[in-house]
């Protein structure tokens, strides 16, 4: 991991010497066999040269002018101290202390698959790849569906997209990043989550509220980053293949090469398929869209670790096709005709990225790190008769500087931002290109009394062609009243310019009239979107008779100071307009962790949500935004089983007025449940098989006129719940 | 550019000197009390405690100090150090989880150990 190659560096020899570094085995006896031990501590006596082992058991490390006594050590073996006279390859085996002997008493604790912390300043929680295996399938946007302060809502009744939000606000105000570079943006917000494959997650961090202002300032209500797997810590050969009984396949394969100790390569290779066509409701339209993707990733990473040096260099291809509407529709007879509705969404996107870190060696508190990011994204599609195709082009550069002030107490980073976006788009029969262009400069200092009190405040100053000059403010404040008892409280501003066609692309699979302020204008006369965030948060430990447990109250409030409103009111038009009035999002999670025993789990929360804004037909509610959603999860983990079941519950939302319901609609409350089994023969393979809304739940008639596509009511926009109903199926995963 | 160890003649103390020693301790509690009465220490940058291997590895101004003065200080915080003892009253006021096996002894029953 990342963090592993961090302290490596941070115990690297400062001497820079002809003599190669030490590199060896470390292996412990379980029965008959020898097993590699990963997380050994190794390090030259009386010195601050060390390494730890990696997952196979090996090291390296270089060698030490003063001493050639080198410390093996491990929580529950004897520590060893071997004489090292030759550069041979050390094969190391650890004894196991002596059972006999009272010294050590090993307490191991799997580490929670969801980690809120305790500790951190920002309220960020951390989930590992464990968790992302309990989602059913496949991509990111599925990677949610366990998680309980992300609600995963059904973006139309055609494309089967999930979309993403968090305490009330949906996507475009969230800033959803790879390994900090902003990636689902401008023409990939709907989909964009759908092309990154769950198997390539190592973790993500999820923050609530207004972030740091190191990533820029679009993060207006939180911030989800993903780390992919690092080349140095991939699976050396990894196979997954997914199969659901309503058509859906998907594959993974996953190699890595190490070209040297330094240098290291992976490849990820992702294919997946919907061959199906599915039409439980008998509308003739299709539940699940046909689509075809394939999806590559080649990782480079090179670490010197005498030197400091750390990079990355990343390469992304993907193709995805996906075709929606009309069981009957072929687009080769019926493309650009009346005889059968149907559409096409064909995407192409290239994604490069550079990566260069520096920390001295001697000086571990002090960084310097590089970024630079390219994205093209293509996408030509056609719904019915209306034709919408983007491509946007991206550049995005960064340099951070990390260090500290008088010691580790007085932390700061500072650095600049660059991003450049090109957007070309082709809305029904009009172009519209432009250029959004800024730079910017943080400067952000965090300080760790290292009792109770700790809390950043950064600043950014940023000037963007459209946005104008501007200062963006965030701060947040961590009180540890106890060792299990911990507060929170963070503020910040956030602005975007907003994408009214790729953010609202759903609204091209309908007959919706679209009006806006300025048609001439290159913005359309919207202005810049701005918002302020205030959150709180307690997170408080305790025993429930005997069993860890924690409760967790957060409260945040998101008020827009300009917003482009949305409205789906008028059935048959969506209006933008600018907002004139108030706007907000407020929203209370209240959440139950407790560990029922070693291996069970338990998760439960309550959302309350009120989300307001003024439309021009007076204050409402936002419609398909519930008020009360209820989430609860079990979870067992043992070395040969897994099993999982997730319990959502949504309550009633306000469906604005379409054709079939002139006075709008009050939805009915529902939930779904979302069950897993694996089962792990050896530690090298795992079958699993679950059902995603195995209760079959499923929203009727969401597609209003659907017997007359082509006439002005037509609405596939309108939707609250699955359409695709229950999906049961297998998969395995073989690591070699 | 070299830089000295511990014990080396030095032609002239680094700003950002660079040692370790150990110190006696058993959890992240321990690493919290370790670590801050460390960097407590003015002119010490950087304290990191490692649990397995109790190895507390600085980063300190050696103009400013000596590392015996670092020393001292996580010993009255409670914690055996390489050349340094803790106050029996003070070690005896940790948290249960804290009371670690103190340098010379041996673990006594129902004491707890690293964790």
């Known amino acids: 991991m990342y963090l592993k190659s961090l302290v490596f560096l941070c115990m690297a020899s400062w001497m820079v010497s002809a003599q190669q570094s030490f590199s060896g085995i470390v292996r412990y006896q379980e029965g008959q066999v020898l097993r590699p031990l990963e997380g050994v501590n190794i390090y030259w006596s009386g010195t601050t040269i060390g390494t730890t082992t990696n997952e196979e058991g090996h090291f390296s490390i270089p060698p030490s002018e003063d001493t050639n006594q080198l410390v093996f050590s491990y929580i529950g073996f004897e520590t060893d101290t071997l004489i090292i006279q030759s550069?041979?390859?050390?094969?190391?085996?650890?004894?196991?202390?002596?059972?006999?002997?009272?010294?050590?008493?090993?307490?191991?604790?799997?580490?929670?698959?969801?980690?809120?912390?305790?500790?951190?300043?920002?309220?960020?929680?951390?989930?590992?790849?464990?968790?992302?295996?309990?989602?059913?399938?496949?991509?990111?946007?599925?990677?949610?569906?366990?998680?309980?302060?992300?609600?995963?809502?059904?973006?139309?009744a055609l494309t089967g997209v999930k979309q993403v939000q968090m305490i009330g606000l949906a996507s475009p105000y969230l800033m959803i990043s790879e390994e900090n570079i902003p990636m689902v943006r401008g023409a990939s917000q709907?989909?964009?989550?759908?092309?990154?494959?769950?198997?390539?997650?190592?973790?993500?961090?999820?923050?609530?509220?207004?972030?740091?202002?190191?990533?820029?300032?679009?993060?207006?209500?939180?911030?989800?980053?993903?780390?992919?797997?690092?080349?140095?810590?991939?699976?050396?050969?990894?196979?997954?293949?997914?199969?659901?009984?309503?058509?859906?396949?998907?594959?993974?394969?996953?190699?890595?090469?190490?070209?040297?100790?330094?240098?290291?390569?992976?490849?990820?290779?992702?294919?997946?398929?919907?061959s199906q066509k599915n039409d439980r409701n008998n509308d003739d339209?299709?539940?699940?869209?046909?689509?075809?993707?394939?999806?590559?990733?080649?990782r480079w990473q090179y670490i010197d670790a005498q030197k400091g040096f750390?990079?990355?260099?990343?390469?992304?291809?993907?193709?995805?096709?996906?075709?929606?509407?009309?069981?009957?529709?072929?687009?080769?007879?019926?493309?650009?005709?009346?005889?059968?509705?149907?559409?096409?969404?064909?995407?192409?996107?290239?994604?490069?990225?550079?990566?260069?870190?520096?920390?001295?060696?001697?000086?571990?508190?002090?960084?310097?790190?590089?970024?630079?990011?390219?994205?093209?994204?293509?996408?030509?599609?056609?719904?019915?008769?209306?034709?919408?195709d983007i491509n946007h082009q991206s550049w995005y550069g960064s340099l951070l500087f990390n260090s500290i002030i008088n010691n580790t107490k007085h932390k700061f980073k500072t650095g600049l931002n660059l991003a450049y976006d090109a957007y070309d788009e082709q809305v029904l029969t009009d172009s519209y290109n432009r250029i959004d262009r800024s730079?910017?400069?943080?400067?952000?200092?965090?300080?760790?009394?290292?009792?109770?009190?700790?809390?950043?405040?950064?600043?950014?100053?940023?000037?963007?062609?459209?946005?104008?000059?501007?200062?963006?403010?965030?701060?947040?404040?961590?009180?540890?009243?106890?060792?299990?008892?911990?507060?929170?409280?963070?503020?910040?501003?956030?602005?975007?310019?907003?994408?009214?066609?790729?953010?609202?692309?759903?609204?091209?699979?309908?007959?919706?009239?679209?009006?806006?302020?300025?048609?001439?204008?290159?913005?359309?006369?919207?202005?810049?979107?701005?918002?302020?965030?205030?959150?709180?948060?307690?997170?408080?430990?305790?025993?429930?008779?005997?069993?860890?447990?924690?409760?967790?109250?957060?409260?945040?409030?998101?008020?827009?100071?300009?917003?482009?409103?949305?409205?789906?009111?008028?059935?048959?038009?969506?209006?933008?307009?600018?907002?004139?009035?108030?706007?907000?999002?407020?929203?209370?999670?209240?959440?139950?962790?407790?560990?029922?025993?070693?291996?069970?789990?338990?998760?439960?929360?309550?959302?309350?949500?009120?989300?307001?804004?003024?439309?021009?037909?007076?204050?409402?509610?936002?419609?398909?935004?519930?008020?009360?959603?209820f989430f609860a999860n079990l979870g067992y983990v043992s070395s040969k089983w897994r099993l999982d079941g997730t319990y959502q519950y949504t309550g009633s939302m306000r469906v604005p007025a379409t054709g079939d319901h002139p006075n709008g609609q009050q939805t009915q409350s529902f939930g779904l449940i979302n069950a897993q089994i694996t089962y792990i023969p050896t530690p090298k393979l795992e079958f699993y098989v679950g059902a995603e809304n195995a209760a079959d739940f499923r929203q009727v008639d969401p597609i209003v006129s659907v017997d007359d596509p082509f006439g002005t009511s037509f609405d596939t926009t309108q939707v609250y719940a699955p359409v695709e109903g229950s999906m049961t199926y297998v998969g395995m995963r073989y690591n070699f | 550019m070299t830089l000295p160890f511990l014990g080396m003649a030095q032609d002239q103390p680094s700003k950002s000197q660079s040692d370790a020693f150990e110190v006696y301790g058993n959890c992240n509690m321990c690493k919290s009390r370790i670590e801050k009465a460390a960097l407590n220490v003015n002119g010490v940058k950087y304290a990191s405690w490692d649990i397995p291997s109790g190895n507390l590895k600085l980063i300190y101004n050696a103009r400013k100090i000596h590392?015996?003065?670092?020393?001292?200080?996580?010993?009255?915080?409670?914690?055996?150090?390489?050349?340094?003892?803790?106050?029996?009253?003070?070690?005896?006021?940790?948290?249960?989880?804290?009371?670690?096996?103190?340098?010379g002894e041996k673990a006594k029953d129902g004491q707890m150990t690293k964790h």
Not at chain 1, 238 to 249: E, Q, T, V
Not at chain 1, 285 to 298: E, G
Not at chain 1, 533 to 545: A, P
Not at chain 2, 74 to 87: E, L, Q, Y
């Open chain 1, 310 to 388: 750390v990079s990355f260099l990343n390469l992304r291809l993907m193709g995805d096709q996906k075709q929606l509407g009309s069981v009957d529709f072929d687009p080769d007879l019926h493309k650009n005709t009346t005889d059968f509705w149907g559409s096409e969404i064909i995407t192409n996107r290239l994604d490069a990225s550079f990566k260069l870190g520096y920390v001295n060696p001697m000086i571990p508190y002090e960084s310097i790190g590089f970024q630079l990011a390219h994205s093209r994204h293509d996408q030509d599609s056609y719904f019915g008769l209306r034709t919408y």
């Open chain 2, 67 to 103: 590392i015996d003065s670092v020393q001292a200080a996580v010993a009255v915080s409670g914690h055996d150090t390489r050349d340094f003892k803790a106050d029996s009253l003070v070690y005896n006021e940790l948290p249960f989880c804290c009371q670690y096996v103190r340098k």
């Open chain 1, 285 to 298: 339209f299709l539940d699940t869209p046909l689509s075809d993707q394939w999806n590559v990733l080649n």
């Open chain 1, 87 to 156: 550069d041979e390859v050390i094969h190391q085996l650890m004894r196991p202390k002596n059972e006999d002997d009272l010294d050590e008493v090993v307490v191991s604790k799997r580490r929670k698959s969801v980690q809120k912390s305790y500790f951190e300043t920002q309220n960020i929680v951390t989930v590992s790849s464990d968790e992302l295996l309990k989602a059913a399938c496949c991509n990111l946007a599925e990677s949610f569906e366990t998680n309980p302060s992300i609600d995963v809502n059904f973006n139309d």
């Open chain 1, 439 to 629: 730079v910017g400069g943080y400067f952000e200092y965090t300080y760790d009394s290292l009792e109770k009190l700790s809390g950043s405040l950064g600043v950014r100053y940023d000037h963007h062609n459209q946005l104008g000059g501007f200062v963006t403010p965030r701060m947040h404040l961590r009180y540890k009243f106890s060792d299990l008892t911990t507060l929170r409280f963070s503020v910040g501003s956030g602005r975007k310019t907003a994408n009214v066609f790729s953010e609202n692309q759903k609204l091209f699979a309908s007959s919706r009239t679209i009006e806006l302020p300025n048609v001439s204008d290159s913005r359309f006369g919207l202005l810049p979107e701005r918002s302020w965030n205030y959150g709180f948060s307690v997170v408080k430990g305790f025993d429930l008779w005997k069993m860890p447990s924690s409760l967790t109250l957060d409260l945040f409030r998101t008020e827009f100071v300009n917003q482009v409103v949305v409205d789906w009111e008028t059935p048959n038009a969506i209006r933008f307009y600018n907002l004139e009035g108030d706007s907000f999002a407020n929203s209370l999670q209240l959440g139950f962790d407790s560990e029922l025993a070693s291996d069970l789990n338990l998760r439960l929360a309550y959302k309350y949500y009120d989300v307001q804004l003024d439309y021009e037909s007076g204050r409402k509610q936002k419609p398909l935004q519930p008020e009360h959603r």
């Open chain 1, 190 to 274: 709907v989909y964009g989550l759908s092309f990154t494959p769950g198997t390539w997650v190592e973790s993500m961090q999820i923050t609530k509220g207004a972030g740091s202002v190191v990533n820029g300032f679009e993060s207006m209500t939180g911030q989800i980053n993903t780390e992919l797997k690092k080349p140095l810590t991939s699976e050396k050969l990894f196979l997954n293949l997914f199969r659901s009984l309503n058509g859906r396949s998907e594959l993974n394969l996953h190699t890595k090469t190490d070209l040297s100790p330094k240098l290291s390569t992976n490849l990820f290779v992702h294919l997946n398929q919907r």
